[in-house]
Antibody, heavy 126, light 105 residues
Framework: EVHLLESGGGLVQPGGSLRLSCAAS????????MNWVRRAPGKGLEWVSG????????SYADSMKGRFTISRDNSKNTLYLQMNSLRAEDTAIYYC???????????????????WGKGTTVTVSS | SYELTQPPSVSVSPGQTASITCSGD??????ASWYQQKPGQSPVLVIY???KRPSGIPERFSGSNSGNTATLTISRTQAMDEADYYC????????FGGGTKLTVL
């Protein structure tokens, strides 16, 4: 069974930094892409960032580019999110999510998230 | 950038069928997934690759995707189905719809 445990959230002042971690177990971590997804108060789910299984390819939502950095340590089964220059609008619950992706028999690409952590809360406020 | 549009809210009576739509340009050419999120809980995958149900998801949940619209259908809706539902697709990166609050009256 997929188990993902986020940590590292907390209260930080605007302009500050935080590093989130996600410890994974129950699956072969190095074989799957991983993502960070957040939900701000009163808002819907928002994809933050993703990383390929090997860590060689990363992507970010436009509002996070240049401020957030996703990384992973496959030897430690751990996913990270370094968040710099934090803003009040970054206040949210941040979820770590395991992705399943591939190409089917008709060369049709699929990508979905089949395992989620419980989330860690980030509050950006002075 | 690619956008997915969902109705903000849907209401249904217990035992009836609820349909939640997700619209996007040529969405039928992509795979759609659906997630359920109840208050204070993490999202749960309920439909992937348009129509497939993960193990443990009741058969009452089904999905379809054609043209510009994907639809999540919940048959024989129960009070426990009350939640926020999100569609998701891939367009060079992960894209979520804005979410639909399902109320079981």
């Amino acid at each position: 069974e997929v188990h993902l445990l986020e940590s590292g959230g907390g209260l930080v002042q605007p302009g500050g930094s935080l590093r989130l971690s996600c410890a994974a177990s129950g699956f072969t971590f190095s074989s799957y892409a991983m993502n960070w997804v957040r939900r701000a108060p009163g808002k819907g789910l928002e994809w933050v960032s993703g990383i390929r299984d090997s860590g060689g390819s990363t992507s970010y939502a436009d509002s996070m580019k240049g401020r957030f950095t996703i990384s992973r340590d496959n030897s430690k089964n751990t996913l990270y999110l370094q968040m710099n220059s934090l803003r009040a609008e970054d206040t949210a619950i941040y979820y770590c999510a395991k992705a399943d992706s591939g190409t089917d028999a008709t060369s049709h690409f699929y990508y979905y998230m089949d395992g989620w952590g419980k989330g860690t809360t980030v509050t950006v406020s002075s | 950038s690619y956008e997915l549009t969902q109705p903000p809210s849907v209401s249904v009576s217990p035992g009836q069928t609820a349909s939640i739509t997700c619209s996007g340009d040529n969405l039928g050419d992509k795979y759609a997934s659906w997630y359920q999120q109840k208050p204070g809980q993490s999202p749960v995958l309920v439909i992937y690759r348009d129509t497939k149900r993960p193990s443990g998801i009741p058969e009452r949940f089904s999905g379809s995707n054609s043209g510009n619209t994907a639809t999540l259908t919940i048959s024989r809706t129960q009070a426990m189905d009350e939640a926020d539902y999100y569609c998701q697709a891939w367009d060079s990166s992960v894209v979520f719809g804005g979410g639909t609050k399902l109320t079981v009256l």
